[in-house]
């Protein structure tokens, strides 16, 4: 039997699907981290695309001018990258890493909420705070769901096995 056979037919689900999610998480946040450092145009232009769609008012203010808040930004991101892939590649020693992923972007997502609140106008940060909100909930279904299935089960029952050793 093939690996991806192996992947899909291992006795714990939630973690094959947790590993599924954590690696589409852990892309979520590399890809545009380096979209923030690197090209800030077309990051923010992202934004204001998803602002129209939502009939947002035009949003003027020159985001991709600081490099301070941008730099911040990018880095707050790649570490939610990082933290999504150890997750990934080990849920049994790594569990614990949930916490701070959780908290920072729950946190981001309630920023984005008052900063709607404050200005309406921005949509997008409406759209912002519902999609962090619903990441957070993904980081704590999948994580949490996959670390009770599998916590005292062998590491040679699962594929791949947590911190992808080799097994048999």
């Known amino acids: 039997m093939g690996w991806m056979a192996s992947f899909f037919g291992q ?17 979520n946040f590399v890809l545009p981290a380096v979209s923030y450092t690197f090209f800030p145009k077309t990051a923010i232009d992202q934004f204001l695309q998803v602002n129209s769609i939502l009939g947002g008012a035009p949003y003027s203010f020159p985001e991709e001018q600081s490099r301070v808040w941008r730099y911040l930004g990018a880095a707050n991101v790649m570490t939610l990258g990082f933290m999504c892939f150890l997750l990934m ?11 701070p992923l959780t908290f920072m972007k729950a946190y981001a997502a309630t920023c984005w909420l ?3 609140a404050f200005d309406p106008g921005a ?15 993904a980081f704590v279904y999948f994580g949490v769901g996959a ?3 599998i916590r005292d089960r062998p590491d040679g029952d699962l594929v791949p096995p947590p911190g992808w050793k080799r097994t048999g």
């Open 114 to 116: 008052v900063g709607w």
């Open 11 to 27: 006795p714990s689900k939630r973690y094959r699907n947790h590993q599924i999610a954590f690696l589409i998480l852990t892309l």
């Open 123 to 137: 949509r997008f940060f409406l759209a912002a705070a519902v999609l962090d909100y619903v990441t957070s909930a």
């Open 89 to 99: 590649f080990n849920i049994k020693k790594f569990f614990i890493v949930i916490i």
């Open 147 to 149: 670390w009770r299935d």
